[in-house]
């Protein structure tokens, strides 16, 4: 249309296409709905594929399998293995002892939570410091360190609590279901202490300032109106507490087997070495029984609180009163250290005294010394290769997990993307299930049936580890960067900053302290974990925490009590880099 201007880039009356009008040349039409790359959406997708195809497929397919052993529906191997005792037996001593755990649990994590958050208890940063210590041991070191102690002939404490009390026998069996529901109250109560405890420094002081105004003590405080306003944070923490214990293997492996205390998890690794089709199907089907009563606890603890509805943080900066003990300061103090001394310090120096006894029947003295299993532990090849071993996946987790965290927080607080929180729930139903059955699951889908075949690799123990401990990390790196306001990247938008060269140069060094403290967090679990690696591993892929296991189940304790005793000192200096790098922000 010659003669014609009209102004570029204007929209047509119908919308949609943009008419280009210029002198002598024929109008041009775009579509304005051209592709866009989207990275958020990749970045979901990318995210849930993995956790799709190595959590969610293999979940399913254990589930399936169990049902389907012989290739058409069936029962048949629910009513094979609950038509024999021992799998009764052991089911009911899975719901037993976690169930006592968790009672016994919360009644030491909540009053503690409580004298080291709310009160002017003496050194509440060091017994804080000290109640959370178990919480990055493995739970078998306590194991090993209350057989040493509680053994029913020889132990330690036993024999010196006879001659004490002069008594005809000695007082406790470690081999029991008493000591069994003991080590695992002792190794998994700091779970429920974190819970609470980060919980209780948030709450909303007023109602308890309004009770204290009414005239009510500080001890009658607590039980009409903290207690109350926790419940949510008190149920969460039992329940996770049950988890831990209904599935965990070390401590019943060790201390179970010599008292003919089966659990379910040490069930279902029996039924695994029996390495016929039968015992597979077996282990498959207790598995995920197990996993069914994981899911309707977690679904009861969601449940349960969601029902009420609980303010604990205001809307304006809140600081916890703290309660002063007054003549009560100092007899506290007193009581609270000597539970640490026996509960936590007292297992500690057993492993460590150990490590250096030649003969485990005497007490340690000058003639019953020995660096001789230190000596092991530094120089025998098979030790080196699995610390070797537990170090690469360790590590190699925490940094793939680390990236998947830092994604998940961007994605969780500084946008709305569609399907953001597809990703965070499939990461949080991973953790929750019980790493037995991580573990079988993926033996059952990446042997090479479905086109990948990772088994007996090192690639197959950091996906695990993945799955299990991610949302540690991540919860770390959110909870970091909700507090971080998005006006400080908006500023930097303003200057001209890209959204990611923002997201580098303003948000990451802020959040920089949470993301060292999350990879910790995953490192930890992951360098001595047990459960999935007593499956997983190959002979050349062992971990520290198989080859702990073995050397204390058939070989020698010193030597165990030895590489526990470096597990231990490991966990110091990580906390004491952890301390430094953030600052004093992040420790154990």
Same mark, same amino acid.
Not at 470 to 490: D, F, K, N, W, Y
């Given at each position: ?117 709310r009160t002017d208890m003496y050194g509440r940063r060091f017994f804080r410091t000290l109640f959370v210590t178990t919480y990055m041991v493995p739970p078998y070191v306590g194991a090993m360190a209350w057989l040493r102690l ?72 607590? &039980?009409? !109106? *903290?207690?109350?306003?926790? +419940?949510?944070?008190? %149920?969460?923490?039992? /329940?996770?507490?049950?988890?831990? @214990? ?31 089709a039968e015992g597979l199907t077996d282990a498959t089907t207790l598995a995920v029984s197990l996993m069914l009563i994981a899911n309707l606890v977690l679904y009861a603890s969601t449940f349960l609180c969601g029902r009420k ?20 300061? &100092?007899? !506290? *103090?007193?009581?609270?250290? +000597?539970?640490?001394? %026996?509960?936590?310090? /007292?297992?500690?120096?057993?492993? @460590? ?234 420790s154990i």
């Amino acid at each position: 249309m010659p003669g014609i201007r009209g102004a570029r880039g204007q929209k047509s009356p119908e919308g949609g296409a943009v008419w280009v009008l210029a002198s002598g040349n024929p109008p041009t039409i775009q579509n304005p709905r051209r592709f866009r790359f989207d990275a958020k959406a990749l970045l979901i997708l990318a995210i849930v594929g993995f956790l799709v195809l190595f959590n969610v497929f293999p979940m399913c397919y254990l589930v399936v399998r169990s049902f389907f052993a012989d290739g058409s529906f069936s029962l048949a191997a629910f009513e094979r293995i609950y038509t024999y005792q021992l799998n009764w037996e052991a089911l009911r001593n899975t719901l037993a002892t976690a169930g006592l755990s968790m009672v016994f649990g919360v009644l030491i994590a909540f009053p503690l939570a409580w004298l080291v958050g709310r009160t002017d208890m003496y050194g509440r940063r060091f017994f804080r410091t000290l109640f959370v210590t178990t919480y990055m041991v493995p739970p078998y070191v306590g194991a090993m360190a209350w057989l040493r102690l509680l053994n029913p002939r020889v132990g330690t404490l036993n024999v010196w609590l006879a001659r004490l009390f002069g008594l005809a026998e000695n007082p406790f069996n470690i081999y029991s279901i008493g000591g069994l529901v003991w080590v695992l109250t002792t190794f998994y109560y700091p779970y429920a202490f974190i819970t609470i405890s980060r919980a209780m420094e948030k709450m909303d002081p007023s109602l308890e300032e309004a009770s204290k105004i009414s005239g009510a003590s500080p001890l009658k405080t607590v &039980l009409t !109106v *903290t207690f109350p306003i926790m +419940l949510p944070s008190v %149920v969460a923490a039992g /329940l996770l507490v049950f988890v831990s @214990a209904a599935s965990c293997y070390g401590i019943p492996s060790i201390i179970g087997a010599p008292g003919q205390i089966d659990t379910v998890t040490t069930r279902i690794i029996d039924y695994v070495y029996v390495g016929s089709a039968e015992g597979l199907t077996d282990a498959t089907t207790l598995a995920v029984s197990l996993m069914l009563i994981a899911n309707l606890v977690l679904y009861a603890s969601t449940f349960l609180c969601g029902r009420k509805q609980y303010i604990t943080v205001s809307g304006k900066s809140t600081r916890p009163n703290i309660v002063e003990l007054g003549r009560w300061r &100092l007899p !506290v *103090t007193v009581l609270v250290a +000597l539970f640490a001394l %026996v509960v936590v310090v /007292l297992p500690f120096v057993t492993v @460590a005294m150990t490590s250096f006894t030649k003969n485990l029947g005497k007490a340690l003295t000058a003639s019953n010394f020995t660096t001789r299993y230190w000596h092991v532990l530094f120089t025998r090849k098979g030790i080196l290769d699995t610390a070797k071993n537990s170090l690469v996946a360790a590590s190699a987790a925490a940094t793939a997990g680390m990236a998947i965290s830092c994604a998940m927080a961007w994605l969780l607080t500084r946008t709305r993307a569609k399907g953001r929180r597809i990703p965070d729930f499939l990461i949080t139903v991973g953790s929750g299930t019980p790493s037995v059955v991580i573990a079988l699951a993926l033996i059952m889908t990446m042997s090479g049936r479905f086109g990948i075949n990772i088994y007996n690799t090192l690639t197959i123990m950091i996906v695990a580890y993945m799955i299990k401990y991610l949302l540690m990390g991540m919860r770390t790196v959110v909870s970091a960067m909700s507090q971080i306001h998005p006006s400080l990247e908006e500023a930097s938008l303003i200057s001209g900053a890209g959204g990611l060269r923002g997201f580098r140069d303003v948000t990451l060094p802020l959040i920089a302290p949470s993301i060292v403290a999350g990879w910790f967090l995953i490192f930890m679990p992951s360098f001595y974990e047990l459960t999935m690696s007593t499956l997983l591993y190959s002979t050349d892929t062992k971990t520290i925490g198989y080859e702990l296991f073995t050397y204390q189940t058939y070989h020698s304790q010193q030597t165990a009590a030895a590489i526990a005793t470096g597990i231990l000192g490991l966990v110091a200096v990580v906390n004491w880099i952890l301390n430094k790098l953030t600052k004093g922000e992040f420790s154990i």
